[in-house]
């Protein structure tokens, strides 16, 4: 299966400021995914970046919060800007991975983010 | 440190014994079902899958039944170990014509194995 390479694994930032994380996968992929997942919560879709088209967010995550890249088929960054305490969570990229089965998905090992 | 599973509902089991983790899910047309295991500080690994058109499936240690008549899934885990301690989520794959689909993520359950 697909091995996911992601940093930061974890990070502490002030308010106000702006975090970028990457996702480094080792075979190409057509879609990558970036969920956050809140303290104590379940994982959330924040959007579907596909290579050379802008990404899809979902309800309640729009571009100018959480910009992302997808320069190829290997590797994608989603930005966190002009955090707040309220941005505080695991970050994480997913793709899809046939080689688990008909639509497995593989994860990366997160981001843990906290804003002070 | 963070603290997935805070508020999430928690399974306690003695080692040896099976364990049943339930999840219900919410849309009636999906047609596919993945469970997975996050253990504290990695991303959520791949389990087992079914698709809709079963209603059981079996891998090793582990069997993932599928009632669509009530949209209920459930993971069992035979002869439980302390390392299959961790928070179990289902997910459920919404395809849409003309797109690949995203998972949506069950709220989880927090398997806690006591030696």
């Known amino acids: 299966s697909a091995v996911i390479s992601q940093k930061p694994s974890r990070d502490i930032c002030q308010r106000g400021t702006s975090l970028t994380i990457q996702c480094q996968v080792d075979s190409q992929v057509t879609m990558m995914f970036w969920y956050r997942q809140q303290p104590g919560q379940s994982l959330t879709l924040i959007a579907t970046a596909n290579q050379g088209s802008e990404a899809t967010y979902e309800s309640g995550f729009v571009i100018d919060k959480f910009p992302i890249s997808r320069p190829n088929l290997t590797f994608s960054t989603l930005t966190v800007s002009n955090m707040s305490p309220e941005d505080s969570s695991i970050y994480l990229c997913?793709?899809?991975?046939?080689?688990?089965?008909?639509?497995?998905?593989?994860f990366g090992s997160g981001t843990r983010l906290t804003v002070v | 440190g963070e603290s997935v599973g805070l508020h999430l509902p928690t399974l306690s089991v003695q080692e040896g014994d099976n364990s049943i983790i339930n999840c219900a899910y919410s849309?009636?047309?999906?047609?596919?079902f993945i469970w997975y295991k996050q253990e504290s500080g990695k991303g959520p690994q791949f389990i087992i899958d079914i698709r809709s058109n079963m209603d059981k499936r079996q891998g090793q240690r582990v069997t993932v039944l599928l009632n669509k008549t009530v949209k209920h899934l459930s993971l069992q885990i035979a002869a439980t170990q302390p390392g299959d301690s961790a928070v179990y989520f289902c997910a459920e794959n919404q395809a849409v014509v003309g797109s690949q689909g995203n998972l949506i993520f069950g709220k989880g359950t927090k398997l806690s194995v006591k030696p």
């Open positions: 849309n009636s047309a999906s047609d596919y």
């Open positions: 997913s793709v899809e991975d046939y080689g688990q089965g008909n639509y497995g998905y593989t």
